[in-house]
């Protein structure tokens, strides 16, 4: 009976403390570091393990857009990481996958209701893409892949670096596409009026999702003539 | 990783849907008061919108004192007991026309008088609203706003955009035999605009068109004995 009622109450079993018989790492090891800064360029989630794609394409026409996204997607990211890291001994196997989505999807109806009753504007230009949020691979690629099998720590830094490796590849690309697209950079005008005179024109490409491609094909070209160790030697 | 067995599994799906079941819902319930504030303030700025540039910091006192709120019912005769910043448009939709009340919002400001439409419809992925400001001829718009919840960025959420907004200013309701015709947005964009009565479309925001025509037209339409009883 007594082990019945801790199983009912999962949630507070500290069963890694009792498990994890190692000496205590530090915080800022050199191995919790590169968690942080490996997704940046040798994994980082975009370009060298191809997650992520689709959302990359479909926000990344405004600069600003770009920017809200990043930024609530590392949000997500990090609490999604360490609350199912510090869950993982007693979530069980089967329904892990749903257990990982109910995490990520009360997250996300979080971030939108905090953002309807503080940032209202924000919250009604972004109403499609919050949702998108959800279905972004990376964060269940990352619980899966990471957070089901290490300690809270990592977990959170890596949480951190990805969405901030993904960040700056949707900033990058929602960069060429709002200046080359519209002539503009977070709404504000920077091509000069001179430039429209003497006959240039925006290129209406920059605003397809193809264009987002063929960006984020150059990023990955430009990344893996400098570090030769991704290119794919198979 | 170890096997649990059945009964843990279920007891664990259970508890863990109620556990965040009730933090979602403790967590909507406390933040609405703040996010209706946020919507009615939305509103109050897109009426004035319609009207005149919005100023974020004084837009409760102008609005308090530039505007009169009226109902009306669908003969024309006004509904005094009702309060028409209250009527919730997307349910009196589904009345009879009958039954519907018809809010009117007339704006006052130095002697200029404008008549200001609520009117609500469906875009392709949820409603859309608009606000159209009618000069004191109660024919001329001199003004429009569209606002829309979730409509395709860059294709129908353009339906908000000034660019587009703006193509209503100084279009006509009444055709020259005084008969109530409205303003049709024509499908595509580029069309070759000669009539009061017809405004550029969008390329690629069709279904969010047929939504903005079936609000200018279908439902600007029952206003016609209000309008008419306002100008008596």
Known sequence: MSTDSTLANPVVVPVDVAKDSAPKEPFWSPKNKRLLTDPFNDDNPITVQVLGVCSALAVTTQLKTALVMSVSVIVVMACANFLISLLRNTIPSRIRMIVQLLVISGLVVMVDQVLKAFAYDVARQLSVYIGLIITNCIIMGRLEAMAMSSKPAPSLLDGIGNGVGYGVILIVVAFFRELFGAGTLLGFQVVPQVFYDMGYVNNGIMLTSAAAMFIIAIVIWIQRSRNTKLVDIS | ?232
Do not use: C
């Open chain 2, 1 to 232: 990783m170890q096997q649990h067995s059945n009964s843990y599994t279920l007891r664990y799906a259970i508890f863990f849907t109620t556990a965040v079941a009730i933090v979602l819902a403790l967590l909507a319930s406390g933040l609405r008061p703040m996010q209706e504030r946020n919507i009615a303030q939305a509103k109050r700025a897109a009426i004035l919108q319609s009207v005149m540039t919005v100023d974020k910091a004084t837009l409760e006192s102008d609005y308090n004192s530039y505007i009169t709120e009226f109902v009306y019912g669908l003969d024309g005769t006004e509904k005094v007991d009702e309060a028409a910043f209250d009527v919730d448009i997307r349910k009196q939709v589904k009345l009879a026309d009958e039954e519907r009340s018809f809010p009117v919002y007339v704006y006052n400001r130095d002697g200029e008088t404008r008549y200001i439409i609520p009117l609500e419809g469906k875009g392709l992925w949820g409603p859309i609203t608009a606000f159209v400001a009618l000069d004191s001829d109660l024919n001329t718009i001199s003004g429009v706003v569209f606002e829309h919840e979730k409509e395709t960025p860059g294709l129908g959420a353009e339906i908000s955009m000034a660019m587009f907004e703006d193509r209503y200013q100084g279009k006509k309701l009444y055709n020259d035999g005084g008969e109530l015709v409205s303003v049709r947005v024509l499908k595509g964009s580029g069309n070759l605009i000669d009539s009061e009565h017809e405004v550029d479309g969008l390329t690629g925001a069709t279904m969010t068109l047929n939504g903005v025509n079936g609000m200018m037209t279908d439902e600007l339409l029952l206003y016609e004995n209000i309008l008419t009883s306002i100008k008596s």
